[in-house]
C-alpha cells in the first residue's frame, strides 16, 4: 500500500554530510588477489575503485563526522537534535552503535537506535524518522546511512568482492510547517527471495555441558545470486517509482535527479532508461565507491549538493533496494539550510 506524507506537519531537507575511508583499493589491485582486471569490472557494474576502513579508522567516527557535517550545515545546536537513526547492516556493537554516536555528537537531548535493512536501510530510516517529525512528537532528527562490508566480504570470491566499499552518509530534517519536502513514499519488502543476497549467522555448535551445545556467535560472508538481484531491481524498481509518480500525479520529466542505490551502473541506466530521463539527470559516483550499502544514498546526495548540482528546490526520485528482499521510493525537494 502506498503511504503519503499527509501530516500536520511537513519536513523539510536542511543538512546532508558524508564521510569516507582514506584506503583506496583500485581494481587493478584486486585483479592481484583474485582472477579480474579492471575492465571486467567497470563493464559490468561501472566501479572503478572502493575505500575500505583500515586500522586507525571505524564505522563510527566515519557516522559521526557525516552526521556532524549534516548538522553543521543545517546550523543546528547539537541539544535540539530529538532524533538519531542510523541505518546499518554492520554496527560495531550488536546491540546497537547509534547512542555512541550520539554520545560522539553532544546530542545529550537525543534518542538514538539502530535499524537494519541492508541496502534500502537508509530510505526505511528517512522515512521512519518523518512519521516522529511529521507527527508533531520531535522536531529534528538526523538520519545516517553507514555500513563496512568490508569486514564481511570474501575477498577470494570475485563474484562479490569487486562490488562493496565502506562509507558513511547522513541528512538532517526538521518539520516545517511552511513546507513539505518529502512528497511520498512506498517501502516493501519479500523475505521469500531473501536467500538471493545474504549475511548469514554460522551454523556452528559448541558443548556447553553434557548433553548441551551451544551456537557460537559468528557469521558467515556475504552470499550473492549477482543475476537475480540485478533481475529484481531492474523490475520492481520502476514499478514502484511509477506507481509513486502516478499517484502524486507527477511527470518523469518534472524530475530534477534520478538518485537510486548505488549497486550497479546497469540498473541505474536500466530505470533511467524506463523513465526516460536523460543521463545527465541520473546521479552516480559508483565508479569511486561502489557499493557501500545504506551509505549510497546519502552519500550521492551530500556529493551533489556540495558541487551545486542539487540546488533547493529540486525534486529528487529515489529508490533503494537491496537484501531481505526489501527496496522503496521516495519522492522529495531539496531544501537546504534556510
Request: net charge negative; glycine share 10%.
Amino acid at each position: 500500500m502506498i503511504r503519503n506524507s499527509q501530516w500536520d506537519l511537513g519536513i523539510s531537507f536542511v543538512g546532508c554530510g558524508s564521510a569516507m575511508p582514506h584506503k583506496v583499493i583500485t581494481n587493478d589491485q584486486l585483479g592481484q588477489r583474485v582472477d579480474t582486471n579492471d575492465e571486467w569490472i567497470k563493464s559490468r557494474t561501472g566501479i572503478g575503485e572502493r575505500r575500505v576502513i583500515g586500522e586507525n579508522e571505524s564505522l563510527i567516527e566515519l557516522a559521526t563526522e557525516a552526521a556532524f557535517d549534516a548538522i553543521k550545515m543545517a546550523d543546528w545546536d547539537v541539544k535540539t537534535i530529538d532524533l538519531i537513526i542510523l541505518a546499518t547492516s554492520t554496527p560495531e556493537d550488536l546491540f546497537g552503535s547509534a547512542p555512541k554516536i550520539q554520545s560522539n555528537l553532544g546530542a545529550s537531548n537525543a534518542v538514538a537506535f539502530d535499524l537494519t535493512a541492508a541496502c534500502s536501510g537508509f530510505l526505511f530510516a528517512l522515512v521512519t524518522a518523518s512519521q516522529y517529525l511529521g507527527s508533531g512528537a520531535m522536531k529534528r532528527a538526523v538520519v545516517i546511512g553507514a555500513d563496512q562490508l568490508s569486514k564481511w566480504v570474501d575477498w577470494d570470491d570475485r563474484k562479490t568482492c569487486v562490488l562493496f566499499g565502506d562509507g558513511a552518509g547522513a541528512v538532517a530534517i526538521e518539520s516545517s510547517e511552511n513546507e513539505s519536502g518529502l512528497v511520498g513514499y512506498d517501502l516493501k519488502s519479500d523475505g521469500s527471495k531473501g536467500g538471493c543476497l545474504n549475511l548469514s549467522q554460522s551454523n556452528i555448535f559448541l558443548d556447553l555441558v553434557q548433553g548441551v551445545t551451544h551456537q557460537k556467535g559468528e557469521y558467515l560472508p556475504i552470499q550473492m545470486e549477482g543475476k537475480e538481484v540485478y533481475k529484481f531491481a531492474v523490475k520492481e524498481v520502476p514499478i514502484i517509482l511509477g506507481e509513486l509518480l502516478d499517484k502524486y500525479q507527477i511527470n518523469s520529466e518534472c524530475i530534477d535527479w534520478l538518485l537510486l542505490h548505488q549497486a550497479n551502473q546497469r540498473i541505474l541506466d536500466a530505470v533511467a532508461s524506463r523513465f526516460s530521463i536523460p543521463s545527465e539527470k541520473v546521479l552516480s559516483n559508483l565508479r569511486h565507491y561502489g557499493n557501500t550499502s545504506a551509505a549510497t544514498i546519502p552519500l550521492m546526495l551530500d556529493e551533489a549538493v556540495r558541487d551545486q548540482r542539487i540546488k533547493s528546490g529540486d525534486l529528487i526520485a529515489c529508490s533503494g533496494f537491496g537484501a531481505g528482499l526489501s527496496w522503496g521510493a521516495a519522492l522529495f525537494y531539496w531544501h537546504g539550510p534556510h
